[in-house]
């Protein structure tokens, strides 16, 4: 008996690791990081959604803005700027700009030429354990570091020469974009621990664009012949249907910067659905009673201008706030641009700042308002309004003075290497026969 129960203890010892690892088997698949192919999808589509605001939604945009002789020049430095921006991404930008530093103002070397990133690195999505794949992650992050120095060019459009863009781009880009992204959006950044809510890109895109346009229209200077000649747009057709194709796109943009297919994507849809209804209606409605008519720029532009606004809030605020948002936004950029910009005679060809730049501002304050839960926002009791427009405030200026100061050097070693302006003389002829030997349209 007793050498038959010492050999089933010693059997049960032997038992005794199996045992605990089937045991804690359970707790660690609970623990393991999920990843839900229902996200990656969303995940895929929203990049090609964002990469359709570029192109062909922007190009089209600004193309059908500026005069038929420079339109093809549009749509050179939109392609273009696009092409560098994303092959600049993945050898430095996304290091930069998410490389797991801990530094607060970039994200260091660690991932240059997406060091250590395979098909089984996977990136931490808002919800804790659910992770996508990292390679799906950084090819969203580079759409939206694509467009934004896309924006910039329409406050300049007809009047600079094609290599200083894209040099300036190269300079603007690597220290003010990439920077200003890791203090927003990683979680070691200056202003992401200030608190400061910036869902899908008030202050990294909006702002950041809007500023650097405003300090370029005003070192290059006029357009010849401003107030003089006919400056229309060629054809608002093109425009609208690149408007339509940003409203779009930006589905990808705002819903697609939850990371994740479920609710919190929703409310973003549903915010860039209405607060852009109400700004292009109010911006129509301000236009017919100041003019007596109604225009399809005013609308493209009111449009716009409510994408930009509930951009920094899409995903925070209720629709309800999201009307209000887009409605306020476009009183501020409808002001800009009809008033502000001709008592200061600066040359904002297409209204970047006027747009980007004040409804990027309005927008990311105004999301400190509208987030509480008390005026429909995810935010509850504990929330503060007065304190959280002091970080958004805050936000809104760290980016508006790192922009402008990047940009302000950027142009001037882009105008010291090849100058930035065209001569007079091309400039009256176009650029696209002059920069690019093509032109838009033929007989």
Not at 230 to 254: D, E, K, Q
Not at 346 to 368: K, M, Q
Not at 421 to 435: C, H, K, N, P, W
Request: aromatic share 12%; glycine share 12%.
């Amino acid at each position: 008996m007793m050498k038959k129960f010492g050999l089933s203890i010693a059997a049960m010892l032997a038992a005794l690791p199996a045992l605990a690892q089937e045991a804690a088997a359970p707790a660690a698949e609970a623990a393991a990081p999920v990843m839900d192919k229902g996200d990656v999808s969303w995940m895929m589509t929203s990049t090609v959604l964002v990469l359709f605001m570029i192109l062909p939604g922007l190009a089209l945009f600004y193309g059908g803005l500026v005069r038929s002789k420079n339109m093809l020049s549009v749509l050179m430095q939109t392609t273009m700027i696009a092409c560098m921006v994303m092959i600049m991404w993945v050898v430095f930008g996304y290091s930069v700009s998410f490389g797991g530093g801990t530094s607060p103002f970039w994200g260091g070397f660690g991932k240059l030429f997406l060091a250590g990133v395979t098909t089984d690195s996977m990136a931490a999505t808002f919800t804790d354990g659910v992770v996508i794949p990292e390679f799906v992650f950084i090819a969203f992050q580079m759409t939206f570091a694509a467009i934004t120095p896309a924006l910039i060019i329409g406050a300049f459009a007809e009047r600079v020469k094609f290599s200083a863009v894209l040099i300036f781009t190269f300079i603007w880009v690597t220290f003010a974009y990439f920077p200003i992204a890791h203090m927003v959006w990683d979680a070691a950044g200056y202003i992401f621990n200030l608190g400061a809510i910036d869902f899908a890109g008030g202050t990294v895109v909006h702002i950041n664009a809007g500023v650097a346009a405003l300090v370029g229209c005003i070192l290059i200077g006029k357009r010849i012949g401003l107030g003089k000649e006919n400056m229309a747009p060629h054809s608002m057709v093109m425009t609208m249907i690149g408007a339509s194709m940003l409203w779009v796109g930006w589905f990808g943009f705002n819903a697609g910067s939850n990371l994740e297919s479920n609710g919190g994507a929703t409310l973003a849809m549903i915010n860039t659905f209405i607060a852009t209804a109400a700004a292009t209606l109010t911006w129509s409605a301000l236009e017919g009673l100041q003019r007596g008519k109604a225009s399809m720029l005013g609308a493209a532009s009111g449009m716009v201008a409510g994408l930009v606004a509930i951009t920094p809030a899409c995903g925070t605020v209720g629709p309800m706030g999201a009307i209000a948002l887009g409605l306020l936004a476009v009183f501020a950029c409808y002001f800009f641009v009809t008033v502000v910009k001709n008592k200061l005679g600066y040359d904002d060809s297409l209204d970047v700042f006027g747009v980007h730049g004040i409804g990027g501002i309005v927008g990311a304050i105004l999301t400190g308002v509208f987030s509480a839960g008390s005026l429909g926002g995810v935010n509850g009791d504990d929330y503060s309004i007065g304190s959280q427009v002091w970080i958004q405030t805050e936000a809104v200026a760290i980016t508006i003075i790192w922009s402008a100061v990047v940009a302000f050097i950027a142009y001037k070693i882009a105008d010291m290497t090849v100058g930035l302006r065209v001569e007079a003389d091309i400039e009256r002829q176009g650029l696209d026969l002059t920069s690019h030997g093509e032109q838009a349209y033929h007989g």
